[in-house]
């Protein structure tokens, strides 16, 4: 593939790409922050899986926005085998055990969260609500989670920490120019934020964003690159940003990149993207202090297995060492206790909150981890489990 192909495909999955959405609105408007109507408490009750936010997302929403947080890549192989997955491990419970209601807490990285479901780092949420990804650092905190924030949300990595309520965590693509990665991560631990999520899994090919020619308006990339840290001015013009932008990242990190971001900064480092239990162990022994086992919710590379489906490798890969996070396909609570029977510490979720940030801001995304909430405490409930240190392998089928 040609580097330049190459980078424009990685540039939408930065959240940084052309102008047009291809939806019909003006260049104008695109450019705003996505202004959404708010849901009344009462409708948002009757909201009783994180899939019923699918219907009114798409509601507010241009079909090409719309489409850029649904769909995976390609032929969208590994999206739907995310959900296989997962529906094809079965719950085997013991009966009569006595347990009535379960406590749901957890830690990562020694930070107690109420519930083990992290936001997982979503890129242009203003494009989703007005709002932003100020609101869903809101939720999470008020949820008692964890926030992880892409560096490529929209909003700058200092509005964020002012917003939340909670703890984040900072997902960084890596700037080419060195200078400008280290500024960010210096800035990023005096805002607050507690751990460094590199994302490692880069390259995506997204038809349905093809065909609908979606991509960053104008401002917002503007606003993207600037709040990065990168040398930009408000009078270049869309072409000239859309360059710039184009040979901004480095998309060719290798192994070394671990190591140089351990010389810059003693956060955590967590890094996501993970499959293979061979890189598990390398990377424990690079230093990272814990892996997300990911396919970006199968919008990178078409064809890779289920993250569910290798989780059991890499937990016995890395022990103790590290602790073991999954991504990719969580839409229930179940779900959530599937991944801890075999080994995670937590879930992050991507589009069960961003089709909610989309139905109705902040409110809507506390009402979506409340949804996992009670659905993985049902699931703990009837499985025995009191807590989420009993939730174990042979409670699973297979
Ligand atoms: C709209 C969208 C944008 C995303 N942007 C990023 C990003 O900027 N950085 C990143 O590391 N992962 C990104 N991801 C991947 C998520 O962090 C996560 O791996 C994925 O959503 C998990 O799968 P799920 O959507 O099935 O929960 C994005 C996912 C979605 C849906």
Redesign the pocket.
Known sequence: MKRRNFTQAFAL???AAALHQGNGATAAEEGKPRKVPAIKPKELEKLVTVEDFVPIAKKNLPKATFD??TTGSEAEVTLNE?RRAFEKIQFMPPILHGISQANLGTTVLKQPISVPVIL?????QQMFHTDGGRAAARAAGAMGTIY?V????GNTPEEIAQAAKGPLWF?I?MPKERTVARQLIKRVEKSGYKAI?L?VDLGERKDQDLRNGFALPKDMLYDHLKGVGFDVRKSMSYDELSKFNAQAWDLWLSWDVIKWVRSVTNLPIIL??VLAANDAKKAVSLGVDAI?V?N????RLDGVPASIAMLDNVVKAVGQKAEVYL?????RGSDVFKALARGAKAV?????Y?WALAAGGEPAVKRAIQILREQLELTMVSSGCSNVSQITPELLLN
Not at 296 to 299: A, D, N, Q, S, T
């Open positions: 999955g930065a959240g850029y947080i995310n997982a780092p979503v890129a242009g992880g892409s560096s490529s949300v997902q693509y999520i994302t996501k993207g997300v990911s970006h919710g199968g919008r991504d990719s396909g969580v839409r992050l979720v991507g589009r069960a961003a």
